[in-house]
C-alpha cells in the first residue's frame, strides 16, 4: 500500500485525473479529502457528469456498481471492496420476481440500495432523497417496492399510493434506539430531531421531521434552530459539523455503519497508484440495469 500524504494524493489525482467522491457516512477523514461528500443520488450524478477520466468511490459496494454504470468511460475504483449492504444483499433477484409475480402488472421500483440484478429487472429506482417523486412518476397506480420496509411504508404513506413493499431493512437503521432518542429530546429540549426514513415508525412519531440525507442539509440551511439531533448513520455528525460550523449536531440511535467505515486514506492513495480495485461490471447486465437507474437520476 503507497504511503499517503496529501500533497502526494493531490499529485495523484491530478496525474489520473481522479475525483474522489465519499458518502455522507464515510469517516471524517475520508469526507476530508474527497472533493466531494453527498448522498447516492448526489454521487451517481457527479460520476456521470464530472469531466475526470477515474473515480474513487468511497462507499459500499452498490454505490460504486452503480457510479460504473453510469459512467462506462471512466474507471471506477473502489477502496473498499469488502464493503457490501445487508439491506441489498437481502433482496437477490429471485425474491424481487416471487413478489413481482404475485403482482403481475404494477411497476417495480427498487432502492439504490439494491443489486444490479434487483434494478435490471425494476423500471426505475430511486433514492432516499427522490423516492416519494419516483413513485409518483411510476406508470401504474400501485407500486412494487424493495428492499427497504421501512422506507416503503413511509413513501406509501407521503404519496398515498399503494405500494407492494419487500420485508427487508438496514439493520443499523431499522435497529436504532428509540429509548436514546427519546433520552436526548429531553436532554436537548430545543433540538430539533430528523431522522431517517430507514429509521423503524416509532422514530418517525419522536421527530421534527423525516428526511433523506440531502434533506436534512436542506433542513438545517434553512431552520432557525441551534441544535440538532440526527438520527441516522453518526457519520453524517461530521457532514453536518463541517457545512453549518455555529451550529451544534448530536448523533442520536447508536446507528453505526461497519460497512461504511472500511475506506481509508491510505486504500484511497493506493487504489489511484494501482488502478485497482477497479469495478467491473458484465456489461449486458450493466445494460439491463441502465435504465432503471437513468429513471433515479432523471427524476427529483
Ligand atoms: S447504512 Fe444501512 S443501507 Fe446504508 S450501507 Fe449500511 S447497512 Fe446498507
Same mark, same amino acid.
Given at each position: 500500500m503507497g504511503t499517503f500524504s496529501r500533497s502526494g494524493l493531490e499529485r495523484l489525482k491530478a496525474r489520473r485525473r481522479a475525483v474522489i467522491l465519499a458518502? @455522507?457516512?464515510?469517516? =471524517? %477523514?475520508i469526507q476530508d479529502i474527497a472533493d466531494l461528500v453527498g448522498d447516492s443520488l448526489e454521487l451517481s450524478r457527479a460520476a456521470a457528469s464530472l469531466d475526470c477520466d477515474a473515480v474513487v468511490l468511497c462507499g459500499v459496494r452498490f454505490m460504486a456498481e452503480t457510479a460504473a454504470v453510469l459512467a462506462p468511460g471512466k474507471a471506477v475504483l473502489n477502496p473498499a471492496p469488502g464493503a457490501?449492504? $445487508?439491506l441489498a444483499d437481502s433482496m437477490d433477484a429471485s425474491s424481487l420476481r416471487r413478489l413481482q409475480e404475485e403482482h403481475p402488472g404494477d411497476a417495480t421500483v427498487v432502492y439504490v440500495n439494491s443489486s444490479l440484478e434487483a434494478k435490471a429487472a425494476s423500471w426505475a429506482c430511486c433514492t432516499s432523497a427522490n423516492a416519494c417523486?419516483?413513485?409518483?412518476?411510476? =406508470?401504474? *397506480?400501485?407500486?412494487?417496492?424493495?428492499?427497504?420496509?421501512?422506507?416503503g411504508a413511509f413513501v406509501a404513506r407521503s404519496t398515498g399510493r399503494t405500494?407492494?413493499?419487500?420485508?427487508g431493512s438496514c439493520p443499523p437503521h431499522d435497529g436504532?434506539?428509540?429509548?436514546?432518542?427519546?433520552? /436526548?429530546? *429531553?436532554?436537548?429540549? !430545543?433540538?430539533r430531531l430528523l431522522v431517517h426514513p430507514e429509521t423503524p415508525p416509532a422514530a418517525w412519531d419522536l421527530a421534527d421531521a423525516v428526511l433523506g440525507t440531502g434533506a436534512m442539509i436542506a433542513y438545517v440551511k434553512s431552520s432557525g434552530a441551534r441544535r440538532f439531533?440526527?438520527?441516522?448513520?453518526?457519520? /453524517?455528525?461530521?457532514?453536518? @459539523?463541517?457545512?453549518? $460550523?455555529?451550529?451544534?449536531? #448530536?448523533?442520536?440511535? *447508536?446507528?453505526?455503519?461497519?460497512?461504511?467505515?472500511?475506506?481509508? =486514506?491510505?486504500?484511497?492513495? #493506493?487504489?489511484? %497508484?494501482?488502478?485497482? $480495485? *477497479?469495478?467491473?461490471? !458484465? $456489461? @449486458?447486465l450493466a445494460e439491463a440495469a441502465r435504465a432503471a437507474i437513468g429513471? /433515479?437520476?432523471?427524476?427529483g
Open positions: 458518502h @455522507s457516512y464515510q469517516p =471524517p %477523514e457490501g449492504c $445487508p417523486a419516483v413513485v409518483s412518476a411510476a =406508470p401504474t *397506480r400501485e407500486v412494487v417496492f424493495g428492499p427497504d420496509r421501512n422506507l405500494l407492494w413493499v419487500f420485508d436504532a434506539d428509540i429509548a436514546d432518542m427519546e433520552r /436526548m429530546r *429531553r436532554a436537548w429540549p !430545543d433540538a439531533l440526527i438520527g441516522t448513520e453518526a457519520g /453524517m455528525v461530521h457532514r453536518l @459539523s463541517v457545512l453549518f $460550523p455555529g451550529r451544534e449536531f #448530536s448523533a442520536v440511535g *447508536r446507528i453505526g455503519c461497519p460497512n461504511m467505515k472500511k475506506a481509508s =486514506p491510505e486504500a484511497v492513495f #493506493s487504489c489511484l %497508484e494501482d488502478m485497482e $480495485p *477497479r469495478v467491473r461490471i !458484465d $456489461p @449486458s429513471r /433515479m437520476t432523471a427524476i
